[in-house]
Structures are given as structure tokens and as C-alpha cells.
């Protein structure tokens, strides 16, 4: 049981060690074997294996790597990078079939891992199982949903929300919400329905256009740049119907709107206007 | 190119060449003489023994030499090892070494008188 026991735990070690020491090894431990007879000290034999194969496996290791003669496989690449081979042997049969079926294995496993969790992550409002895609859809669009009553009660001229002016159309409603009740809804046409756009002007505090500057839109799925023309309009299309930071850059210095701003389609533009004391005002016109 | 390590010199290869400054020995009876000198302390499991073995042998601090004619006549299936002058001359200096670390620690009283 030693022996047998004890020559596959040799095949740990690195192959010129087990070619020139295998039979060595396997010889004394027959010796002490022999010598050794009754439970404990059986036993103490199974642990000085044991423990020197913890010891001396690493050690060798080390040594076998310290006195290679031939260039290894990542000198020999030429800058390329590469694994350093331990093995010198070509590998074996066993050994490759074992390793196939590990990494099959392994991918296959985290490809359920992956498909399980996709399938059961909480989804509020649905009222069944969907598929992944849908499920990335559905956290878009809630991610999307502005927040209606966000930015109330702020400064007379300025407005948190530039869609404020306008009712959120029910249609627009309808359909954000669609998804969410029906699990047959386009992916694609959804997506679609979920951006709008945002232009404006940018003026200073004297109502002159300003151009060449940076509009900057920051929000979770990103940042969105836009400059700002002669006649100081910007505009952004395609914008994901979400809240968003603005800032403006002008000559290398950042002017942010600290509010969050809710983006919705909008057919009049903004107004920006850059106040005195480095602020920044949005205002809807109508307001 | 980088060789294996004996500087310093590990506690197993140390055993191993005094436990062949008295004759030529084979894996299993170093294993035991080792064993025997350090007061059972010390066994070499194959893995240590074997890869101490290597590196003395590519120290050149000892040598294999050829099959041993038993006292029956019968040439046992064992390789045999040697100390060689290099292996004793280091095994000397690194005993003279610890005979001086064991003089300090006896006149700073660390050691009783019992060890020699």
C-alpha cells in the first residue's frame, strides 16, 4: 500500500529527479518498510512520506529549475510572453485527456453558474421567467425611468428637470413600461424607445453665445460630449432617457450643474447660461 | 547560471556528510546513520535524502561509486556514496564553525557542561 501509495506520489516530482532517484526512493522505502513493523511506527512512516513530500517537493523544484542547462521556453520566445514549463517531457496521453475534461468541464460549469444566476436574479415587476437578454433590458429601462419628482422647489430661473415644461407623454409611459409586463416585447424596438435628445444654447452671463465649448453629459452608462457651435447651441441625440450630471468646459476650466438632470425628449432647446461666481443655470424656455 | 544552494549548508546535507566521513553508505543505511547520530531527531524522508544527495553530488562533495560487493559475495542493486576530500575539508570547517558557536554559548552559559 506504501509503495503504491508512495510511486504516485513521486510522479509529482520533476522528471529528472524521478528518473535518476525513483528507484532510490522506492528501495529505501521497501527498506524501512521492512524494518518498520507494528501501528506506530508504521504510522510514523506514513508521516515522514507525507511531510517530506511537502518539504522536499518545492525544494526540488526550485533546484531543478536552478540548474536547467537549456534555454527555457520563455527565453527561447523572444519577447514573446509564454508559460515557464516545468515538465521537460513531451506530455502524456493521460494527462492531456485529464486536462480536456477539466477544462471542459470548468467551462461548462461556469457556463450553468452564469445561466443560473441570469435566470434567477430578482426581477421586480416581472411576472415570469425571462431570458438574460430581457433581463439586462428590463434593469435599463429602470435604470432609465426619470424621476418625476426630483428637483422641485429649486430657483425661480432654473429648472432641474428640462422636460419639466412638459407632461411625460402616456404613450412614452406606456411603452417604458411595456417590457417590464410583457416578455415578448422587441429587445431592439424597446432600446429604441428608451433614448431621446437634448440641445440647448450656451450663453454667458450677458446672454452672448458662447462657442467652442465642452457640454458634458455624465451619467451611469457613461459620458457624452458635445461642443458648442458659433451661434453657442450644442446638441446630443440618441441620449439614454436617464439622470445626468452636466458640465460645461470652457478653456480648460470645468463648470458642473450640481443638480441632476433628467434628460427627456424635448423639441425646444435649453438654455444654459453661465452666471457669475462660476455657475451654471439651465433653464427650459416657458418656465 | 544559477546552481543549487549549499551556502550555507542545509542541516540534512551536513548530516549527510558526516554520516559518510566514516565509510561508503547507500540511501537507506545514510538514512539511518543520520538517524542514529542526530538521536533520532533527524529522518530523512526519501524526497530530502535523495535531492541532498543531488546537490552534494553536484557540489562534487561527494561522489557515486560503483556497485558494492557485499561481504556474501552478492553485488547489491545500490548506489554507494563517498565524502570526498572537498566534502571533508567543508564538513570540517563548517564542524569548526560550530564548535566555535558552541564555545561562545558555553562561555556565556547558555550550554551546561554536559555537551562536549
Redesign the interface.
Known amino acids: 500500500m506504501f509503495e503504491k501509495v508512495y510511486t504516485r506520489l513521486l510522479r509529482l516530482y520533476p522528471s529528472p529527479f524521478r528518473k535518476q532517484y525513483a528507484d532510490e526512493a522506492l528501495q529505501l522505502l521497501r527498506d524501512r518498510h521492512r524494518d518498520e513493523t507494528g501501528f506506530f511506527k508504521r504510522a510514523r512512516l506514513l508521516w515522514d512520506l507525507v511531510v517530506d513530500v511537502f518539504v522536499s517537493l518545492p525544494q526540488e523544484y526550485r533546484n531543478s529549475d536552478a540548474v536547467r542547462d537549456e534555454p527555457t521556453l520563455s527565453a527561447s520566445a523572444e519577447g514573446i510572453p509564454s508559460f515557464m514549463v516545468l515538465e521537460k517531457e513531451p506530455l502524456g496521453r493521460g494527462a492531456i485527456l485529464l486536462g480536456s475534461a477539466l477544462s471542459v468541464t470548468t467551462v461548462f460549469a461556469f457556463g450553468l453558474l452564469v445561466r443560473w444566476s441570469m435566470d434567477y436574479l430578482p426581477v421586480p415587476g416581472s411576472n415570469g421567467r425571462i431570458t438574460p437578454i430581457q433581463a439586462v433590458v428590463e434593469r435599463l429601462n429602470r435604470a432609465t425611468t426619470p424621476d418625476a419628482g426630483e428637483g422641485d422647489g429649486e430657483g425661480a430661473s432654473e429648472s432641474t428637470s428640462v422636460g419639466a415644461s412638459e407632461p411625460q407623454p402616456r404613450a412614452e409611459r406606456a411603452a417604458s413600461l411595456a417590457p417590464a409586463s410583457s416578455s415578448t416585447a422587441s429587445p431592439a424596438a424597446y432600446l429604441a424607445s428608451a433614448t431621446g435628445s437634448w440641445r440647448g444654447v450656451l450663453t454667458d452671463a450677458n446672454a452672448r453665445p458662447v462657442r467652442s465649448a465642452e457640454i458634458h453629459l455624465i451619467g451611469g452608462h457613461g459620458e457624452l460630449v458635445a461642443l458648442t457651435g458659433e451661434d453657442g447651441s450644442f446638441a446630443f441625440s440618441e441620449v439614454a432617457l436617464a439622470n445626468y450630471e452636466v458640465a460645461v468646459v470652457l478653456a480648460g476650466r470645468e463648470i458642473a450643474y450640481l443638480k441632476t438632470l433628467p434628460v427627456k425628449n424635448l423639441s425646444t432647446p435649453s438654455k444654459l447660461t453661465l452666471a457669475p461666481g462660476g455657475r451654471l443655470v439651465i433653464s427650459s424656455p416657458g418656465k | 547560471?544559477?546552481?543549487?544552494?549549499l551556502d550555507p549548508l542545509p542541516a540534512a546535507a551536513f548530516q549527510i556528510m558526516l554520516a559518510l566521513a566514516d565509510g561508503d553508505l547507500h540511501?537507506?543505511a545514510i538514512?539511518r546513520q543520520v538517524e542514529e547520530q542526530t538521536g533520532g531527531r533527524l529522518?530523512?524522508?526519501?524526497?530530502?535524502?535523495?535531492?541532498s544527495?543531488?546537490?552534494l553530488l553536484?557540489g562534487k562533495l561527494i561522489e557515486e561509486i560503483a556497485r558494492h560487493e557485499d561481504a556474501d559475495g552478492r553485488s547489491e542493486?545500490?548506489?554507494y556514496y563517498r565524502l570526498t576530500v572537498a566534502g571533508r575539508k567543508l564538513a570540517r570547517s563548517e564542524a569548526e564553525m560550530m564548535a566555535d558557536v558552541l564555545r561562545v554559548a558555553r562561555a556565556r552559559k547558555i550550554l551546561r557542561g554536559d555537551y562536549v
Open positions: 547560471m544559477p546552481k543549487r544552494k540511501g537507506y538514512m529522518r530523512l524522508g526519501p524526497g530530502t535524502l535523495y535531492g544527495i543531488q546537490a553536484e542493486r545500490r548506489r
